[in-house]
T-cell receptor, first 112, second 113 residues
Framework: DTGVSQDPRHKITKRGQNVTFRCDPI?????LYWYRQTLGQGPEFLTY????????KSRLLSDRFSAERPKGSFSTLEIQRTEQGDSAMYLC??????????FGQGTRLTVV | DQQVKQNSPSLSVQEGRISILNCDYT??????FLWYKKYPAEGPTFLIS?????DKNEDGRFTVFLNKSAKHLSLHIVPSQPGDSAVYFC????????????FGTGTRLTIIP
């Protein structure tokens, strides 16, 4: 069991560029979540998948953000036309049904 | 609106003593509560949880207490050890299915040797 894996660990991008993050959940975990954490705050829910279906999206997830989980395995989170306010730690988590979520180490995004 | 509040940003405790971390919530729909621990440069790690049908759950040195009428929960760590130094997040969910966690802002616990 290798845990939840996120790639890259760090990303620096210029404002206006697009970025994509990848999350590989623990194998056979049905649920996959994306959270965002800014300095001094707790993680904030963005979206979650059950298998390949995206079941809920936060209003924090503007139309510049899109997440996918093709075939119910890994997931990607894309941010288009990045803004400085997008700078944050993006956390992925996975879980089987009806149990606690296991988090990855996160991707730290810095928009300059 | 901050639905889950951790009003103490930091706490220092002598090694071997009890650490008590507090959390308040405002949403009456929350019925499942969790504590996560986070070290620098790592993701949060699950510690312990409690459902609203209980008022106490214990796991080794960690005990979580829930007071539903006061909308308050606390995490007790006894005895505190240096490895417990971390940021602790309280989180709540409106269902045991745990689809969406609402986190507090965290409390940084420092254990003094």
């Amino acid at each position: 069991d290798t845990g939840v894996s996120q790639d890259p660990r760090h990303k620096i991008t210029k404002r206006g560029q697009n970025v994509t993050f990848r999350c590989d959940p623990i194998s056979e975990h049905n649920r996959l979540y994306w959270y965002r954490q800014t300095l001094g705050q707790g993680p904030e829910f963005l979206t979650y998948f059950q298998n390949e279906a995206q079941l809920e999206k936060s209003r924090l997830l503007s139309d510049r953000f899109s997440a996918e989980r093709p075939k119910g395995s890994f997931s990607t989170l894309e941010i288009q036309r990045t803004e400085q306010g997008d700078s944050a730690m993006y956390l992925c988590a996975s879980s089987p049904l009806y149990t606690e979520a296991f988090f990855g180490q996160g991707t730290r995004l810095t928009v300059v | 609106d901050q639905q889950v509040k951790q009003n103490s940003p930091s706490l220092s405790v002598q090694e071997g003593r009890i650490s008590i971390l507090n959390c308040d919530y405002t949403n009456s729909m929350f019925d499942y509560f969790l504590w996560y621990k986070k070290y620098p440069a790592e993701g949060p790690t699950f510690l312990i949880s409690i459902s609203s049908i209980k008022d106490k759950n214990e796991d080794g040195r960690f005990t979580v207490f829930l007071n539903k009428s006061a909308k308050h929960l606390s995490l007790h760590i006894v005895p505190s050890q240096p490895g417990d130094s971390a940021v602790y997040f309280c989180a709540a969910s409106a269902s045991f299915g745990n689809e969406k966690l609402t986190f507090g802002t965290g409390t940084r616990l420092t254990i003094i040797p």
